[in-house]
């Protein structure tokens, strides 16, 4: 199979209650293709200006990401700035600097568009239809989203998920958009709309998918010291997507272990700031983690 992932690549600045870090790297896209690139050899397509490390995307080579959708600009990269307090699942929005970001109109090269899978990683629900049109049939449309898009472009949004097989959101987000506090009823408001799975992220405390007709959970790994929360629900959604891209099939024991993976490596995400956890794990502490994930549910 074949994963391809539209997303933002960033500097960020991020502030947490014992340290503050200016412009490093972030992005959703940036995350989720490193995530995703412990199982399969994600196509990333995305924008940055020519103040973006070139040693990053020399690690993105390493790591085997196919970097042929991503488009170097004259300009600046995309800035964002987000503070957190001492619950790392609540964060504000201090700054939103699009820069090259602005008037980004994805472009798939050709050989991106028979990709089986696509991932619509927070971006803005109006590229949707774009995107999808440059891809020949897709088997599975995932996408996240944000705040952000919720509370501006609803409608856009709404209509974007007809055309979404697997929408990842956290729970804050889920009742945002469905105006439910019950996450089952506010699922079915979702997946009445399109979506055939919802995942539902709650932070540290793990995720709960929700499909038609059945319902999995997985937790979230107990960390005593979360350095920076950015970017682990865009790791779920690469660890969770590239293992399924590995698997090639749909069932519901790979969605089961999809959901496990997603959260061993939202997991790692934040045990450090920005990508630096990402960079520097092996394939063998996922494996030793996914076996812990199974430890503390077996009984
Ligand atoms: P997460 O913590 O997984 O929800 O995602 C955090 C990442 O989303 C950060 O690295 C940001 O650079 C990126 N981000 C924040 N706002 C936006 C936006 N409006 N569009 C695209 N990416 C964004």
């Given amino acids: 199979m074949s994963l391809v992932i539209v997303g933002s690549l960033a500097f960020d600045t991020i502030q947490t209650p014992s340290e503050r870090r200016e412009k490093i790297v972030g992005g959703s896209g940036t995350y989720c293709s490193l995530a ?4 399969t050899r994600p196509r990333i397509v995305g924008v940055v200006g020519e103040d973006f ?3 990053v995307l020399a690690l993105f080579k390493r790591k085997k990401i196919d970097v042929r959708g ?15 307090g001492h619950d790392p699942n609540q964060r504000e929005t201090i700054r939103t600097e699009l820069n090259v970001f602005g008037d980004f109109r994805p472009k798939l090269p050709a050989p991106y568009r028979a990709s089986d899978i696509v991932f619509l990683a927070n971006i803005d629900p109006g590229l949707h ?34 055309k979404v097989d697997i929408l990842f959101v956290n729970d804050e987000e889920v009742r945002l958009l469905t105006g439910e506090t019950n996450l089952v009823k506010a699922a079915k408001k979702i997946q009445s709309a399109g979506p055939r799975l919802l995942v539902a992220k709650k932070g540290e405390h793990g995720a709960i998918v929700f499909g038609r007709d059945f319902v999995f959970g997985v937790l979230g790994r107990l960390c005593e010291n979360v350095v920076d929360p950015t970017g ?43 990508v630096g ?21 077996a009984f």
Avoid: C
């Avoid at 995703?36 to 199982?39: K, Y």
């Avoid at 956890?277 to 030793?288: D, F, G, S, V, Y």
């Fill in 70 to 84: 991503l488009e170097v600009r004259r300009g600046k990269t995309f800035h964002w700035e987000g503070h957190y």
């Fill in 129 to 162: 239809n774009d995107i999808l049109s440059q891809l020949k049939k897709p088997a599975l449309v995932a996408m996240d989203t944000i705040k952000l898009w919720i509370t501006t472009k609803p409608g856009v949004l709404w209509r974007a998920l007809e």
């Fill in 232 to 274: 682990a629900g865009d790791s779920f959604a690469g660890g969770f997507l590239g293992y399924l891209d590995k698997m090639g099939k749909l069932t519901r024991p790979n969605l089961r272990r999809a959901a496990v993976y997603g959260s061993v490596l939202a997991s790692f995400a934040i045990e450090d700031f920005g």
């Fill in 277 to 297: 956890r990402l960079k520097t794990l092996q394939p063998a502490e996922i494996e030793e983690r996914f076996l812990e994930f199974r430890r503390l549910v």
């Fill in 53 to 55: 490390p070139k040693d």
């Fill in 36 to 39: 995703a690139s412990f199982f």
